[in-house]
């Protein structure tokens, strides 16, 4: 009788360096004044120009990279 084998199973640590930031939009979206401040009394959601829906208390940090879409249709807007 011989043989203690140990073992040891390596149990490999899944890192997901995801992290799912609930609904915190990546991008700065843009959004029509009276919407914000509609959302902001009411405490609903807004709709960005580029149809994205967020709570308003949500909305991007400053700095954040400006959604491209909302950027081509603010562009559209002012030229309009
Ligand atoms: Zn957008």
Avoid: W
């Amino acid at each position: 009788m011989s043989g203690m084998g140990t073992q040891t199973i390596e149990r490999p640590d899944i890192d997901t360096g995801e992290t799912t930031d609930d609904d915190t939009p990546k991008f700065f979206h843009y959004v029509k004044k009276d919407k914000i401040v509609e959302s902001a009394v009411m405490g609903n959601h807004v709709v960005a120009l580029c149809g994205e829906v967020f709570p308003v208390t949500r909305s991007a940090k400053p700095g954040s990279p400006v959604c491209p879409k909302c950027k081509k249709i603010y562009e559209k807007l002012k030229k309009g």
